[in-house]
């Protein structure tokens, strides 16, 4: 599975083939490295580690630098894990760049979601709210009963109630790549992603393909 780390820019409108205007969300993609490369005889599991965003040497922590300095690599801000199969041909020190990703392909876009702060079931959830009319006085946004009495005699769990909102891994499946720019280092996909301008995002080849 071929995946890479990036930026969110941003969202902007470009024309499709077909000459239908889309919303799509711009990200600088890479250039990443690989940091470490994880197999099943010695880690259980075969994984691939990925750096991103070169940064100056003082804003990593000694153990940070030294893992990247072991593998003469940049210090590098972000790492994450991607799983990859066996048999595809990583190396510890190689660059990946954006156009392993090319037009048309579908993508997971997995980012951490705007933080809304404490939020009400309303907002939260959707609720409708109560009544506001027949004597209703200050119960127009409340979440209405969350339990029985004597049985089960307690709140269930998963039970949807007010709480801090957003701010939680978010994935968006099966994005279309409209535009690839390996000078820039851009990567163009129809729709929006989770996050703020400027957060992480990790780009994945889409798991639900067609």
């Given at each position: 599975?071929?995946?890479?780390?990036?930026?969110?820019?941003?969202?902007?409108?470009?024309?499709?083939?077909?000459?239908?205007?889309?919303?799509?969300?711009?990200?600088?993609?890479?250039?990443c490295y690989i940091a470490q490369r994880k197999t099943e005889a010695r880690d259980g599991y075969?994984?691939?580690?990925?750096?991103?965003?070169?940064?100056p040497a003082r804003k990593l922590n000694r153990p940070r630098l030294g893992h990247l300095h072991?593998?003469?690599?940049?210090?590098?801000?972000?790492?994450?894990?991607?799983?990859?199969?066996?048999?595809?041909?990583?190396?510890?020190?190689?660059?990946?760049?954006?156009?392993?990703?090319?037009?048309?392909?579908?993508?997971?876009?997995?980012?951490?979601?705007?933080?809304?702060?404490?939020?009400?079931?309303?907002?939260?959830?959707?609720?409708?709210?109560?009544?506001?009319?027949?004597?209703?006085?200050?119960?127009?946004?409340?979440?209405?009963?969350?339990?029985?009495?004597?049985?089960?005699?307690?709140?269930?769990?998963?039970?949807?109630?007010?709480?801090?909102?957003?701010?939680?891994?978010?994935?968006?499946?099966?994005?279309?790549?409209?535009?690839?720019?390996?000078?820039?280092?851009?990567?163009?996909?129809?729709?929006?992603?989770?996050?703020?301008?400027?957060?992480?995002?990790?780009?994945?080849?889409?798991?639900?393909?067609?």
């Amino acid at each position: 599975m071929k995946g890479i780390l990036g930026k969110k820019v941003g969202m902007t409108q470009m024309f499709d083939p077909k000459g239908r205007i889309a919303a799509v969300t711009v990200i600088e993609a890479g250039p990443c490295y690989i940091a470490q490369r994880k197999t099943e005889a010695r880690d259980g599991y075969s994984a691939i580690q990925l750096g991103f965003e070169e940064v100056p040497a003082r804003k990593l922590n000694r153990p940070r630098l030294g893992h990247l300095h072991k593998k003469n690599l940049p210090p590098l801000r972000h790492l994450r894990e991607l799983r990859v199969r066996e048999e595809e041909p990583y190396d510890v020190g190689q660059k990946v760049l954006v156009d392993i990703f090319a037009a048309g392909e579908l993508v997971d876009v997995i980012g951490t979601s705007k933080g809304k702060g404490f939020a009400g079931v309303m907002k939260r959830h959707n609720f409708r709210g109560g009544p506001a009319t027949h004597g209703q006085s200050d119960r127009q946004r409340s979440p209405g009963s969350i339990g029985a009495c004597k049985t089960p005699g307690r709140v269930l769990k998963g039970m949807r109630m007010p709480g801090r909102m957003g701010g939680t891994r978010k994935t968006t499946s099966s994005l279309k790549v409209m535009m690839v720019d390996p000078e820039r280092n851009l990567l163009v996909v129809q729709g929006p992603v989770p996050g703020h301008k400027g957060g992480l995002v990790i780009i994945k080849e889409a798991r639900k393909q067609g």
